[in-house]
């Protein structure tokens, strides 16, 4: 735990820098990119993949998705890259998720934080990164939700630590992280059960 409380004073800087890198907005810049209305203007107004892909531009909607993971993936393997600790990386990964959900020069209105979280997983172990993906995919297939998607592969992501040894330490920061992406997704939690439940229109 010393150690640990060290190398976090030591990597302020990273730790910073792992911030400011979630905080820069793929969706923005994509749609300046291509030219396409401001993702903060309609639908959901979130500054995400899954808002941008309501323009209907499929490069650009994998564009931001794949940026957004990188983001995550990028912070994490920095740390992992200059030495640091497993831990400190993964809070390096952590960083960057609060960056993407509260950017700074963004008004702190960020997008809601699922594929960058999916890049730092990666990063920290192909295996629960993976499973964390095929967990996403899997119900957006079968519901086309990409919220309830992020809310069911988050809850289900911190038991998959738990199963992996080499990981499983890092079981509660994992928790952490995982309570802050089904919390900026708890405002959609109504509108999902309204998708998932509705009653079909009666036919006239």
């Known amino acids: 735990m010393e150690k640990l409380v060290s190398d976090i004073l030591i990597a302020i800087p990273l730790l910073v820098l792992a911030y400011l890198v979630g905080g820069t907005m793929s969706a923005i810049w994509v749609a300046r990119l291509f030219d396409l209305p401001d993702p903060r203007s309609y639908g959901s107004m979130n500054p995400g993949t899954t808002n941008i892909s309501r323009s209907n531009h499929k490069f650009a909607t994998a564009m931001t998705f794949v940026m957004d993971i990188l983001k995550g993936s990028v912070a994490t393997s920095l740390a992992l890259g200059l030495g640091f600790s497993l831990q400190l990386a ?19 209105s960020g997008g809601k934080g699922a594929a960058t979280y999916s890049g730092v997983l990666l990063a920290i172990n192909v295996l629960c990164g993976g499973a964390y993906g095929l967990v996403w995919f899997s119900i957006l297939a079968l519901f086309r939700n990409a919220g309830l998607s992020s809310i069911l592969a988050s809850m289900m992501i911190p038991f998959v630590f738990l199963m992996v040894p080499e990981v499983s330490h890092l079981f509660f920061a994992v928790v952490l992280t995982s309570s802050l992406i089904i919390a900026v997704h708890a405002k959609n939690i109504d509108q999902i059960s309204q998708q998932l439940f509705r009653k079909p229109n009666p036919k006239h």
């Open 90 to 108: 993964y809070f390096c990964g952590m960083f960057a998720v609060v960056g993407h959900l509260f950017p700074l020069f963004h008004n702190f």
